[in-house]
């Protein structure tokens, strides 16, 4: 097999570690991570944000066995703190832990994420930024007579001084949402979190807080990281993903989102992993404590749930496969 350009290098990995369902998804994040990728070179790191006035609760993981078992696959905890966001936007965790890593390469990618393949297939140019494109068309929701998909992001780039002509997908068509710049934020990468995670978090609070006349009628809540993404990708000369980066929400990394998700229309290769992480020994003994692992994955209605799906033809809207598991008593997260 030819070599990919770029793939090899080192680079470390952030994730979000917090109480509740997190912290067992980030047990099976480090596992799969240490067993596709025995001899990874960069670091792990869970980013943990620390209790304080933007938290009515400690969001830290209390949790003495996940804690261990997490420093025994080899993850370091992160320790931030939120300055801007925090419970009444806990997305914005992915945005304000970026400054806290040491500043390196690295790649960001959601808790709620399986390795499935070895990262040294994966052609990383950290210089030009990217993000995922599995993603549907969710942010912005169209008035009848209200601003289009083209006034309402060439806005945000003005906003921030920003050219916007080359980012759109000439290959669609005009006031379709595919041919705007928009990404999953289940994984990203930069050269420097320093400077990345700066712009990013200047740019989701100016959109927050004062958001250009276009967006008016916009609901920001829960796409506040997926409006700012493009901009600041753009603007550190990045955009789309290009072949090398396959890999990713590919052979290599399942942004699953849930158990149910991944045993409706993941690949079987991405399920034997799954299941071959989870019963290894001391990974098990923590993930049963969580019902969505000890429902979908060791009783296993993950399998039943499966038999539902046709693979080679699901429904284009993941809500339609959300509703179908819901109906038949398969919905855990």
């Not at 680079?11 to 997190?22: C, E, H, K, V």
């Not at 993000?131 to 006034?151: D, F, H, I, K, V």
Request: charged share 25%; hydrophobic share 40%.
């Amino acid at each position: 097999m030819a070599k990919v350009p770029g793939a090899g290098q080192s680079f470390n990995i952030l994730a979000i570690m917090q109480a509740g369902r997190l912290q067992y998804e980030a047990v099976l994040l480090a596992a799969s991570l240490r067993h596709c990728n025995p001899g990874f070179r960069g670091q792990l790191f869970l980013a943990e944000p620390q209790p304080g006035p933007r938290w009515q609760e400690d969001p830290r993981v209390t949790n003495s066995a996940v804690r261990e078992l997490l420093a025994e696959l080899g993850a370091v905890f992160l320790p931030f703190e939120n300055k801007v966001f925090g419970q009444s936007y806990p997305y914005g965790n992915k945005i304000e832990a970026l400054t806290a890593l040491p500043d390196e390469p690295f790649l960001f990618l959601d808790t709620d994420t399986l390795i499935t393949g070895s990262f040294d297939t994966v052609g990383f140019d950290f210089t030009r930024p990217s993000a995922s494109m599995r993603r549907e068309g969710t942010w912005p929701e169209l008035e009848l007579y209200g601003p289009g998909y083209a006034a309402t992001w060439k806005s945000l780039y003005d906003r921030f001084g920003l050219e916007f002509g080359s980012t759109l997908d000439l290959s669609q068509p005009d006031e379709y949402w595919q041919r705007y710049l928009y990404f999953n934020a289940g994984w990203f990468f930069h050269q420097s979190p320093q400077a990345f995670g700066q712009r990013f978090l200047d740019y989701a609070r100016e959109i927050r807080d004062n958001r250009p006349d276009a967006l008016v009628c916009q609901t920001l809540d829960p796409w506040l990281d997926q409006i700012a993404l493009p901009l600041v990708i753009h603007s550190f000369g990045g955009g789309r993903p290009g072949p090398e980066l396959a890999g990713l929400d590919g052979d290599v990394t399942c942004h699953y989102r849930t158990l149910p998700l991944l045993y409706a229309r993941e690949s079987d290769h991405a399920v034997a992993v799954l299941e071959e992480v989870c019963n290894q020994k001391p990974v098990k003994k923590v993930l049963r404590e969580y019902e969505a692992f000890r429902r979908m994955v060791f009783q296993p209605k993950g399998r039943k749930a499966r038999a539902l799906f046709d693979r080679s033809d699901l429904p284009h809207r993941e809500h339609v496969i959300r509703n179908t598991l819901k109906r038949n008593g398969f919905w855990y997260r």
